[in-house]
């Protein structure tokens, strides 16, 4: 599993390229765990899953104080999502429970087919520009039923991976309703927070692979790489950068379907 002094480093990695790129840390710590550590895609997910939680709990709690969470459009997703959550973590389970071996290596290369899609998702931003705006909150009537399903569809992916909630959910939810940046990212993170903590509870209690004291050194590392990444941000051309990080996601999930 690699030294002690390793995690930290790993989480320091990715804790930069998070601060670095905005994009969610699911799509670069579970590869990351599952091909720089050795661990099994389910072990690899709920322990990013815990991981992940803490991070989201933090950068929640700013964004609720700062104002930027449209507190109707997380409960919407919530709704969809966190139920979502708890049933792929169940299917993962009843899997395991009928031929696990089959199920980490299908659960692994499901990872690198939503890498495929955070990576095309990241392309598409760099190339594109963001998708074209869906209804304004203030104008037009609230999307609760599309917002639940997005929620659902995410939820359930990132129950089964890990990965999602920084990538997927926040490009469909641009093309349903139309928020201020600042936001749009509060309120993905404050979501963010309760499908993933939900989702990282449930792989506890079912599957009961969360390894705790490898999350929590790797939050050791990656709570000042992201404030270190977040500084670079301002100074790091994010273009090139952006399209070699999802040239880097590419080579990975290529790696992940051998």
Do not use: C
Request: hydrophobic share 55%.
């Amino acid at each position: 599993m690699g030294s002690d002094f390793l995690l930290p480093v790993y989480g320091f990695v990715v804790g930069v390229l998070v601060g670095l790129t905005g994009m969610g840390g699911g799509v670069l710590m579970t590869p990351l765990l599952v091909l720089g550590l050795g661990m099994p895609a389910t072990a690899a997910v709920g322990t990013d899953l815990a991981y992940s939680s803490i991070t989201k709990l933090a950068g929640a709690w700013q964004h609720w104080r700062q104002g930027t969470v449209d507190i109707r459009v997380v409960r919407a997703l919530a709704i969809g999502s966190m139920p979502a959550s708890v049933i792929a973590v169940a299917v993962l389970y009843w899997l395991q429970g009928h031929n696990a071996a089959l199920v980490e290596t299908q659960l692994q290369h499901f990872i690198g087919a939503m890498l495929v899609v955070a990576a095309f998702l990241m392309i598409r931003r760099v190339f594109f520009g963001q998708p074209t705006p869906g209804v304004s909150l203030d104008l037009g009537t609230f999307p609760t039923g599309r917002l639940i399903a997005i929620g659902a569809l995410g939820g359930f992916m990132v129950g089964l991976t890990s990965i999602g909630s920084g990538s997927l959910i926040i490009a469909l939810m641009v093309m349903t309703v139309a928020l201020k940046p600042e936001v749009l990212v509060g309120t993905d993170v404050a979501h963010a927070f309760l499908l993933v903590g939900t989702a990282a509870i449930a792989h506890f209690l079912f599957l009961q692979e969360v390894q705790i004291a490898l999350a929590a050194k790797l939050l050791i590392g990656s709570i000042p790489g992201v404030l270190i990444g977040s500084r670079l941000a301002l100074r790091v051309p994010r273009r090139p950068l952006q399209i070699g990080l999802a040239g880097l996601l590419l080579s990975t999930a290529f790696t992940l379907f051998r």
